[in-house]
């Protein structure tokens, strides 16, 4: 189906375009109202994420409700540790939690991997043919996994954490396990990354959301040559890589083969691009806290970003937007791009 609004696939082509594309990470979430009614009829998130009408319904209300220029399908990362053997929950108010967690070589050997594993996910591939069908070619939907890394975080520390030093041990006692850990994780995400760009994913962003703790070493070592694997075997569609913390990385970031790279806030428009250097598109980066400003104050906040990154860029926050943001501040944001044009 031709899209309608293509701006986000034109940019991230690297063609010129009148404006940048806006959509924001997170956008299908609780911000909305209407996503918190869907929510509340439901036993959990889970439920959401593995009913692929429902799915669909809470990924396209951003679009009707903010106007972004992309869709994001609903889902979460940590749907590929439960197709391969670890189940999740997601625990109310608290986030997620693994019953079982990886602590041996023998846990990792019993594993499913690669296309075994991706092909427990029906209910994701549903949900986006179901989106795009419904999209009816408004605007691109955007498909996404966790980095291998921030898998491996999860699969082994059981929840969320400050520090991650049960996944980082292991990252320094048994850096073997780690590696074979990785491997399998990684042939996992390519296998499902391709099946979602066969049932309608236009782009895919990869989400390294704890690359920030890692040091530069480490993260050279157990994170970026796995991100590389997978950007180099998803030729079908553009990708994204989200470091998030990982402004260290950037010079490496820009060597893989993707088409775009997401920026946080903790580093600069300017600082973001001398470090990725010309070739890549750049996505982000407002601190999401700035949408709890008035209105106008977040308009001129959006302007200045836009400026300062220039041309090439696709405008988001520089992380998911917080569940209690005010509606008038994500609309002003959205509005701010929309209503942007280059010089
Ligand atoms: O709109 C979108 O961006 C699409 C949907 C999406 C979700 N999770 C829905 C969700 C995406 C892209 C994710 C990715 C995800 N999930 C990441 C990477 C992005 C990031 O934020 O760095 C991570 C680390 C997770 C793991 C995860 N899932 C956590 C830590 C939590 C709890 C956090 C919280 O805010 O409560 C989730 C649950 C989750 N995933 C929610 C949503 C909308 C909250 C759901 C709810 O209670 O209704």
Redesign the pocket.
């Known amino acids: 189906m031709k899209l309608k609004n293509d701006l986000l696939l034109r940019t991230a082509r690297g063609e010129a375009v009148e404006r940048p594309p806006v959509w924001?990470?997170?956008?299908?979430?609780?911000i909305l109202p209407q996503?918190?009614a869907v929510?509340e009829k439901l036993s959990?998130?889970k439920e959401?994420?593995e009913t692929p009408e429902l799915a669909a319904e809470?990924?396209i209300q951003?679009v009707d409700e903010l106007d972004v220029d992309a869709a994001?399908?609903?889902?979460?990362?940590?749907v590929i540790p439960e197709a391969m053997g670890l189940a999740y929950e997601?625990v109310?108010?608290?986030?997620?939690l693994f019953p079982e967690t990886i602590r041996s070589e023998g846990d990792i050997q019993k594993l499913v991997v690669g296309e075994a594993a991706a092909a427990r996910l029906g209910y994701v591939y549903g949900a986006l043919e179901l989106t795009r069908n419904n999209l009816a070619g408004r605007v691109p939907l955007?498909g996404?996994s966790?980095a291998p890394w921030?898998l491996l975080a999860?699969m082994v520390e059981g929840s969320?954490s400050k520090t991650f030093s049960r996944a980082k041990r292991l990252l320094y006692r048994e850096p073997k396990l780690a590696h074979l850990l990785l491997e399998k994780i990684t042939e996992t995400i390519i296998a499902y990354l391709k099946e979602k760009a066969r049932h309608g994913a236009d782009l895919i962003?990869l989400?390294d959301?704890?690359a920030g703790i890692l040091s530069p070493a480490s993260y050279r070592e157990f994170s970026a040559p796995y991100l590389q694997q997978i950007c180099s075997a998803i030729t079908e569609v553009p990708v994204t890589v989200?470091a998030?913390g990982a402004w260290f990385a950037l010079e490496d970031i820009s060597r893989m083969d993707c088409q775009v790279i997401g920026l946080d806030w903790n580093v600069s428009p300017e600082e973001g691009r001398r470090r990725a250097g010309e070739e890549k598109v750049l996505q982000g980066n407002l601190d999401p806290c700035c949408l709890y400003a008035g209105p106008e104050q977040v308009s001129r906040a959006a302007r200045e970003m836009l400026e300062a990154f220039g041309r090439r860029h696709i405008a988001n926050l520089g992380?998911?937007?917080?569940?209690d943001t005010p509606l008038d501040g994500v609309r002003a944001f959205v509005q701010a791009v929309k209503n942007y044009r280059y010089k």
Do not use: N
């Open positions: 924001l990470m997170r956008q299908a979430g609780r996503y918190r929510r959990g998130f959401l994420v809470v990924t951003p994001i399908i609903f889902s979460d990362i940590l997601m109310e108010k608290r986030g997620p955007i996404f966790g921030t999860y969320g962003q989400f959301s704890w989200f998030k992380h998911g937007v917080y569940p």
